[in-house]
């Protein structure tokens, strides 16, 4: 993932990076407010060689100290100059323990060591940094060779001895603030960018884009439960949800220059039309009533039929009776004319699918069915077939066969990537003409896309949910 994806992941999730941005200031600040304060004093040895009188013999005993000094600060946390520290102050600690409050130090091309010593009472904590830097000029006398007299050839000379810390060095709130920032940006921007990494689900056109050539014909946004009619052109014609529908009947008109079908046949328009998914619950039957909604919306005379005999769900989404229809038609027991039911203001006409029959996709494939597609595309402008998920089962590919033109519903937040995948590849093993994808449940600002022509301008940013909010039952008509 590169730094624009990075963005992009980190502008989606944007509220996770606030909340552990926040959540790491208010940890540096609790750390601020319950760390118990430190201080820090230090003192500073210098160290020389006693060695020879000319100015060669002396320039080469101050290198030879240059190159020692590191092993004398290395000495400071040893047991030989804390021990007697501990036994000179009395206090109540190891030289494990003291070594871990004591930092020394041998700044480059220096012969000085700094010894610092942290510890929760500023007075006791210079008294350390004295006498572990008297104990260690001590210790590197005893240790270093020594000259023809008798006389140690490494001289060592407090030039600063430590002072009593006037404040505290630990904690620093504008340090633990700081530290807090930084670990809750890059703590939220690694959740955002493993969130994305790991989702495979299809959120944006640009997505799809990456799976297969086909365009995205339509973007549905959350219908909200507002407890009316699922076919929103007819329950709330003014939301923004209606306007994509519209957009997408509007598309599927243009869509009609066969030039503009994938493998198109010809000058014939798209009369018969399948709206299927790759799983269920993606909202395919609600994409194919409130599509033939608005295609009825222009005055066509359109027919939808639910196609899915398995989970059929277009006459209780539509509140009509769903005892008679397809599967009694297609077993020769009613004409299609006298189960087709009215429904709406729009002069939509449904035909449900009927009873639940044994072997759905032997009557899908049947000759009957063929007859019967063949009847309502004389008789109507437009038929919208509800078909079932393509993984599941085969039915939408048998189907895909007798129709002009199959739409593919992809949930935005339930259908995988390898999924939708899938089964566009079915219908692709099938030959299937497929016009493009409907993305479904589509994540996005709905108060941006609200233009109604009823409310006023300081009231039009909340005319989706108070439509939705306040839809009413659409009611239905009789069977013919």
């Known amino acids: ?71 004398f600060a290395r000495l400071a946390t040893t047991p030989a100059v804390l021990g007697p520290v501990i036994d000179d102050l009395g206090l109540d600690l190891s030289p494990q323990q003291l070594a871990g409050r004591v930092e020394a130090s041998a700044p480059v091309d220096t012969v000085i060591v700094e010894v610092a010593v942290t510890d929760t009472d500023a007075v006791r904590s210079a008294r350390i940094a004295d006498a572990v830097a008297a104990e260690l000029s001590r210790t590197v006398e005893d240790l270093a060779p020594q000259d023809e007299q008798g006389d140690p050839t490494v001289r060592a000379l407090t030039v600063a001895e430590a002072e009593v810390p006037a404040g505290p060095a630990s904690p620093d709130l504008l340090v633990d603030l700081a530290l807090g920032l930084l670990a809750g940006l890059l703590l939220g921007a690694a959740a955002a960018w493993g969130r994305t990494a790991l989702d495979t689900r299809v959120p944006d ?81 609600t994409v194919a009533a409130n599509l033939a909604a608005t295609l009825a919306e222009t005055g066509s005379r359109v027919l939808l039929v639910d196609a899915d005999l398995r989970r059929p769900s277009v ?97 935005a937040r339930r259908v995988r990537r390898h999924q939708l995948r899938e089964g566009l590849a079915n219908l692709a093993r099938v030959h299937a003409t497929v016009l493009g994808v409907v993305l479904n449940r589509v994540r996005r600002d709905e108060t941006a896309y609200t233009y109604d022509p009823d409310t006023s301008v300081g009231a039009a940013a909340g005319a989706a949910a108070v439509d939705l909010d306040r839809a009413v039952p659409v009611p239905s008509g009789g069977a013919r």
């Open 315 to 411: 006459a209780r989404l539509l509140g009509l009776e769903g005892a008679a229809g397809l599967t009694t038609v297609l077993l020769g027991r009613a004409r299609v004319e006298d189960v087709v039911q009215d429904w709406g203001s729009s002069g939509l006409e449904v035909l449900a699918s009927g009873p639940v029959p044994p072997n759905p996709s032997e009557l899908l494939a049947s000759p009957a069915m063929r007859r019967l597609l063949a009847d309502v595309r004389g008789s109507h402008d437009v038929v919208v077939l509800d078909a079932p998920p393509l993984l599941p089962v085969a039915d939408a590919a048998i189907l895909s066969h007798a129709v002009d033109g199959t739409f593919v519903v992809a949930n």
């Open 1 to 71: 993932m590169g730094l624009r994806e990075l963005g992009g992941a980190v502008g989606r999730r944007w509220t996770w990076v606030v909340a552990a941005t926040v959540a790491g200031l208010l940890a540096g600040l609790a750390h601020w407010l319950v760390a118990t304060d430190t201080y820090r004093a230090s003192a500073s040895v210098f160290f020389s060689l006693q060695y020879g009188d000319s100015a060669s013999e002396l320039v080469q005993g101050s290198t030879y100290a240059q190159d020692q000094v590191a092993s």
């Open 205 to 285: 056109p640009a997505t799809v884009a990456t799976l297969t050539d086909l365009p995205v014909v339509g973007s549905i946004g959350v219908l909200r439960d507002g407890g009316g009619s699922p076919v929103v052109v007819e329950s709330a014609p003014h939301s923004p949800a209606a306007e994509a529908f519209r957009q997408l009947r509007t598309n599927l008109q243009f869509l009609q220059l066969s030039h503009d079908v994938p493998g198109g046949h010809g000058d014939s328009p798209v009369r018969v039309l399948m709206v299927t998914s790759s799983v269920p619950d993606e909202g395919k039957s």
